[in-house]
């Protein structure tokens, strides 16, 4: 058998629902993955709506089959259907009886579940019932399963079983880690399905599985299933302070620094408004947690429990490793979900809780089991308005079966839409409140426009007012708050996240750019692109340069110097965009990360023109190119639309690339019309290299570090980038300017026409981690160069302790 796994730890796996109390360690075919999650808290079942399977412990289900009574009370029973798929995993839209399916040696979708006692490190093994059809009498894993037509599940396993059937599998396979074994009194068997259990040292089941051996359900270990025994044995190799170190290692990636700004310039009742700025601020962060993935809170109130504490058992905190189990503090008692047996001092099932490796690419937007081909046919039954609401930012897409809700869905469909303002009411209700209180404090006309109508539009879901209203503000005070980005949707990048930045005006440095935001509509008409896509009607973009003093929400990861919004392709075409710039957090990433990147990376000759004037010209052109280019555009059907709808998930890194690199053409514009100085030129071009090797950092998943490797890679191969021996890189000023431009008019083109196939050929030829990268970046991890900055807001948190 060959398969390629996606593991999972689920949170809580297990089933109480009040049937009988006994243990079915057979999951029947037709596995259930629409019932609300349940995880307990202080013995008492909490329900918790999300699409987490439920395969192990089941409590006695229904076999398989559905049925039909008939009149009589005879039954008519159906044969079970399965959804067949791609060879990639895609649903096809097409579901076929079981026997066909197996016939036809069809793709289709299959659950595993391994069980795993930790104090006597085995597994759980099932002996297969005799007249199975698939492996009869064989040794296999805890528990496995087919997935109904409607249900999902991932990965393939290809097998063939005495010429009999063709089982072409996608698998998920779940890790449950109890703290000790089961007693096997406590289970009951189905027999027509398991004909005997027993406990495995997994170090026997994996040489058995080596060796072939008959009596076991063959798997090949060589691709990732075999991995399932490597991170099981890896996870208790690592002692705590093994973990410790790790982790510490982690963290030093982030340089502290505390970001003050002067107050003095503030009023009282200035000061009076900011509290209840920061104090809607937190409240966002608690939207933007549960945005990302549904198991934050359960995750957060963990750590916090475990916060205090020199030494505990940190597990795999790392995104890019399984985090198979959590400390002893997580350890959870489920004695109703097994039967009673005489086994000395055995209470129930102990196990750990644990989080997933993985969490779904769509993050909590969408029901995590959700893929692309369910929400394209889903969506073919919606109206026109219907479509915009599914693809716009403002609204979640959940089922009908994970929730208790009357919302209407379409017929024969199981998703449906729900807006922020329902599906996030009780934070959204709270920050309201507090803006409100916020907009009848200040006496500034444009901030009191802007709070009042924010906190309006948390409560109706209707953006389109507020965001005017933030484009017009002019207040010492500076505010963004609301759902803006689309970085987490990676499935589609249709759903914005929730963001918070709290700044002071700096009026002189404000001033003083000016000139970028005129220049815009000049700009657009000297793109390198077909003047057929270029805006006739760009608007002049208002610029605003802050000192932060507090942020939050949809601020991990790498932390913005500046940000371009709203988003919304509407505003964008009536009113055009608008500018914040976040100086101090520019100087302190300059300071701890651009200039040692430099030092380390640059040659010695142009090392020098590496400055923060340059540093931060590019930001602003980086964020003005967001505003000009392709937005909405006209398909080749004559179609309207926009890039970020036809571009979909690949969207988010083409449009940084695009500022990027169009930044530097606008720069080069603007010098060769005497905007701005000559000397600027060299400077820009080598503090852009440098700054390469910084965005790059924070990873080939996330939209700007993608985006940045495209950059590099392009100029690279056209010889603009130079690496020299000793792992030092330079500028070729001869051929820096083609390049750049070269790759402008490639990237503007491809959005112009809303041309997906090339901007992921682009980025797969391009976004990569090249040999000249990894050079690069090896050197800056054996120094321990900052990835980033972790600001620490230590003058804010005084004043709202003065409050």
């Not at 969207?651 to 600027?680: M, Q, R, Y």
Request: hydrophobic fraction near 35%; charged fraction near 25%; glycine fraction near 6%.
């Amino acid at each position: 058998m060959s398969c390629l796994i996606r593991v999972y730890s689920c949170l809580s796996v297990f089933d109480t629902n009040k049937h009988e109390t006994r243990i079915s360690l057979f999951v029947s075919t037709r596995i259930n993955t629409k019932h609300e999650f349940v995880k307990h808290e202080h013995g008492k079942p909490v329900s918790c709506s999300c699409r987490v399977i439920r395969v192990v412990f089941q409590i006695a289900r229904n076999k398989a089959k559905r049925s039909k009574t008939m009149g009589d009370g005879d039954e008519l029973h159906e044969e079970e259907r399965f959804d067949v798929l791609t060879k990639t995993g895609l649903k096809t839209g097409i579901s076929k009886p079981r026997s066909a399916v197996h016939r036809d040696g069809d793709y289709h979708r299959a659950v595993h579940v391994w069980i795993f006692a930790e104090s006597t490190q085995q597994l759980l093994l099932q002996k297969r019932a005799d007249h199975k059809d698939s492996w009869p009498g064989l040794w296999d894993i805890s528990s496995a399963g087919h997935v109904s037509a409607g249900d999902t599940s991932l990965i393939t396993a290809s097998v063939t079983n005495g010429g009999k059937f063709i089982d072409n599998e996608f698998d998920d396979v779940y890790l449950v880690t109890t703290l000790s074994p089961i007693p096997l009194e406590a289970f009951t068997l189905q027999e027509s399905e398991v004909s005997a259990v027993k406990y495995i040292s997994i170090e026997e089941y994996k040489n058995l599985l080596v060796k072939e051996d008959p009596q076991y359900v063959p798997y090949n270990l060589d691709g990732q299933y075999g991995q399932l025994f490597d991170i099981i044995t890896k996870r208790y190799q690592d002692n705590v302070e093994a973990q410790s170190i790790s982790l510490q290692k982690k963290l030093n990636r982030y340089s502290p620094i505390s970001l003050d700004a002067e107050l003095t310039g503030l009023t009282d009742e200035d000061k009076q408004v900011l509290v209840l700025l920061i104090q809607a601020a937190k409240i966002v962060d608690d939207v933007f947690y549960n945005q990302v993935w549904y198991s934050n809170p359960s995750l957060r109130e963990w750590l916090n429990h475990r916060s205090q504490l020199s030494e505990f058992d940190m597990s795999e905190l790392d995104e890019n490793e399984a985090f198979l189990t959590t400390a002893d503090s997580a350890v959870k008692l489920l004695p109703e979900a097994t039967r009673q047996v005489a086994v000395g001092g055995w209470k129930g099932v102990e196990y750990k809780s644990a989080f997933p490796i993985l969490k779904p690419p769509g993050a909590s937007f969408y029901p995590p089991d959700m893929d692309k081909m369910e929400f394209e046919l889903w969506m073919k039954g919606l109206s026109d308005d219907e479509k915009k609401d599914a693809t716009g930012f403002f609204n979640v897409i959940r089922r009908h079966c994970d929730s208790n809700s009357n919302n209407k869905s379409i017929p024969n469909s199981d998703l449906y839409i729900i807006p922020f303002s329902q599906e996030y009411s009780s934070s959204l209700e709270k920050a309201s409140e507090l803006l409100h209180k916020a907009g009848d404090v200040t006496t500034s006309p444009s901030l009191k426009r802007l709070l009042h109508s924010k906190a309006e539009a948390f409560l109706s879901n209707d953006y389109y007012d507020s965001d005017i209203a933030w484009m017009e503000l002019d207040s010492k005070l500076d505010v963004t708050i609301g759902p803006y980005e689309t970085y987490e949707d990676v499935l589609f990048g249709y759903k914005a996240t929730f963001e918070a930045f709290i700044g002071i005006r700096d009026d002189k440095a404000t001033a003083q750019l000016k000139l970028f935001g005129d220049q815009l509509q000049v700009m657009e008409q000297n793109l390198p692109m077909d003047d057929k896509y270029k805006s006739q009607d760009v608007i002049s973009a208002p610029i605003r340069v802050i000192q932060l003093v507090y942020n939050s929400g949809d601020v991990k990861g790498p932390q913005t110097v500046a940000f371009n919004l709203p988003n919304d392709e509407r505003i964008v075409n009536d009113r055009g965009s608008s500018m914040v710039m976040l100086k101090n957090v520019s100087e302190a990433k300059f300071k701890l990360i651009l200039q040692p990147i430099a030092d380390l990376c640059i040659v010695k000759e142009q090392r020098e023109l590496v400055d923060f004037d340059s540093f931060f010209t590019h930001t602003i052109c980086h964020e003005c190119c967001h505003g000009i280019g392709p937005h909405t555009i006209t398909l080749p059907n004559g179609q309207k639309s926009t890039v970020r709808l036809e571009l979909q998930e690949l969207h988010s890194a083409l449009e940084e690339a695009k500022a990027d690199i169009v930044g530097l053409w606008a720069l080069n514009f603007l010098i060769s019309k005497d905007l701005l100085p000559k000397t600027l030129l060299k400077s820009i071009y080598v503090s852009f290299l440098a700054g390469c090797f910084r965005s790059v950092r924070f990873g080939l998943e996330e939209a700007h570090g993608k985006g940045q490797a495209l950059q590099f890679n392009w100029l690279f191969e056209k010889g603009a980038f130079v690496l020299h021996p000793g792992d030092k890189f330079s500028v070729d000023f001869d051929k820096i300017e083609g390049a750049v431009e070269g790759l402008s008019r490639e990237i503007l083109t491809i959005q112009a026409k809303g041309d997906k196939d090339s901007a992921r050929k682009l980025l797969e030829q391009y976004g990569q981690m090249t040999q000249p990268l990894n050079t690069a970046l090896t050197k800056l991890a054996d120094v321990e160069v900052p990835v980033d900055i972790a600001p620490d807001f230590s003058l804010l948190t005084n004043l709202l302790h003065n409050h």
